[in-house]
């Protein structure tokens, strides 16, 4: 379905923690090494919280460098939308923490998770409160602490994923300016293939779920790996298609950063070249909500967007999520 929305990024910033894990640094805690894991999935290193960090944190530091960027008082604040498959707790929401430490004490907020295509719906959420006229000034945030989710001697899913947070001020937007469509999708029967089977009212925590290692990750790579191509290649050409552009018309593509290989793939059957696609999976891993707004970050920080220019953003995530969105940068 497609909807034309009032609404603009304004501003960009992100925090990742400064402890940082090296693919040598794995090879002492698992059975690895720097080869396998840079052939296989593009990852030098990532960035892990120290214990006692969570994912409010991040998102903190990150709204508060939006904050300081855009010039935005705590108190100009609406709404406040933090995507994160690792809360701090079940409840309070993430998003009032947040809240509370930056003293937006006018804002409002909530979480959303949508595992990695958590900010990309966020953000079409956050955009929703904007175009309508109910709000003028919405954060979306995406933050996840994945160590803390990790299995450290299950090399298939621990050398894929960090820790960090991105920010995006939305605000309302000129007519053609801003985000123009999005499109978004769930395929419910692929859950099975990414997923946390512990710490849910179906199997709350007790020592049996913890004697079973059911409070990490679990995925199977290959059924991942084949949906998230074909998908990702398929929402971005349907978002340029019905919008009336090609490939060509891009200026660059922001994907989820879960694997190089993916982002080549998706990148191949789109048919866009190397300088049109955000990569800095290298840096950061897979930081799940924090992957698209740091690489947002990256590009507004390299020079590589420039007022006008077509982007899209594209993710894949547990459950199957999609998520995608195709706007006009505004700054």
Request: charged share 20%.
């Amino acid at each position: 379905m497609s909807h034309r929305i009032a609404a603009k990024i304004t501003g960009v910033a992100g925090y990742v923690p400064p402890k940082v894990l090296t693919n040598a640094d794995l090879e002492k805690m698992v059975e690895t090494n720097d080869e396998w894991i840079r052939t296989r999935t593009g990852i030098r290193e990532r960035h892990i919280a120290e214990g006692g960090v969570g994912s409010s944190h991040l998102a903190t530091e990150a709204a508060k460098a939006l904050l300081a960027k855009t010039k935005t008082d705590p108190s100009e604040i609406d709404l406040i939308i933090v995507a994160s498959v690792t809360p701090d707790m079940f409840f309070p929401a993430t998003a009032c923490l947040v809240q509370d430490r930056l003293g937006a004490k006018r804002a409002w907020g909530f979480d959303l998770s949508a595992a990695c295509s958590g900010f990309a719906y966020a953000l079409t959420v956050g955009a929703q409160f904007v175009g309508s006229g109910a709000h003028r000034k919405v954060v979306v945030i995406g933050s996840d602490v994945m160590s803390s989710i990790l299995d450290y001697h299950d090399r298939a899913t621990c050398v894929l994923f960090g820790d960090g947070a991105g920010a995006v001020l939305v605000e309302p937007a000129k007519d053609g300016e801003g985000i123009l469509d999005f499109s978004h999708d769930v395929d419910g029967s692929g859950g099975q293939y990414l997923y946390m089977p512990g710490g849910g009212s179906l199997h709350p925590s007790t020592h049996e779920t913890i004697d079973k290692n059911m409070h990490v990750v679990h995925q199977e790579g290959s059924q991942v790996f084949k949906y998230a191509v074909r998908r990702m290649a398929e929402l971005a050409a349907c978002l340029l298609e019905r919008n009336g552009f090609t490939s060509d018309d891009l200026a660059l593509v922001v994907p989820h950063q879960a694997n190089l290989r993916i982002i080549r793939a998706m990148q191949q059957r789109l048919g866009v070249e190397d300088s049109k696609v955000m990569v800095n999976i290298d840096k950061y891993g897979n930081t799940t909500g924090g992957t698209i707004p740091l690489g947002l970050r990256d590009a507004v920080d390299e020079g590589r967007l420039k007022k006008g220019d077509l982007v899209l953003l594209a993710a894949v995530g547990a459950g199957y999520t999609t998520g995608g969105l195709l706007m006009r940068w505004a700054y």
